[in-house]
């Protein structure tokens, strides 16, 4: 990703720090290891739950182009304070890529209006990811699939609004299959998100899975452009009509 983009990277950082397990897997964070793959001349922050204000502030998000959320044992303890400044950053144009079990976060469910609910099953399943919109900009650099040896399985239904844009599909050696890479736009931002990365295992870490994330910041950056005004508004032209007379 060759265009200056501002990215803050999100995670609980909260398993690393109580699971033996994903600490061996992600020693420095999650943040950390998506922050080493990411591709950008821009300006890369990372910012975790247990900050003052989860790290970001006012000051960080008007500097961030595209925030990346990874979520999952604390959606509840995001403050929704926060929730509203994100959400205000994002119908303004900030991008905003959702990452895994961020499905459940307050802000993504927030910006879908649904539950967000799906089938889940942790039972160290292959996962094939078809690409399904082989023209996305989201899909450059990637072939026909990524196979990941081990995950979590996502399944259907996912109650989500029909994405605006489909581009990936998961099918999981279980049988299962999940809608893994899904386009929207609220607003003047643009939203990813993207299935894989239970923190267990070192998908983050996957060549394919970064390039993914790294197109995903691209393609969700802020268009340069003015924000639209809204609220009563003067005509452009003389009203001549009959009714604007009277």
Partial sequence: MSTNVNVTIWNEYRHEKTNEKVASVYPNGMHAAIAEGLETTGTIRTATLD????????????????????????HGDVSDEIVERMHRRVLEGMGLVVLHSGHFSKIFKKLMGTSCDLKWREANEKERIWVVNPAHPIADGIGEYIELPHEEMYGEHFDIPQPDELVMVSWFEGGEVFRSGCCYSRGAGKIFYFRPGHETYPTYYNPQVRRVISNAAKWAAPVKREYPTYGNAKPLEEIRSELSQK
Avoid: K, Q, S, Y
Avoid at 53 to 72: Q, R, Y
């Fill in 51 to 74: 900050e003052p204000e989860h790290g970001l502030t006012a000051d960080v998000l008007n500097d961030t182009d595209v925030l990346i959320w990874w979520g999952h044992m604390a």
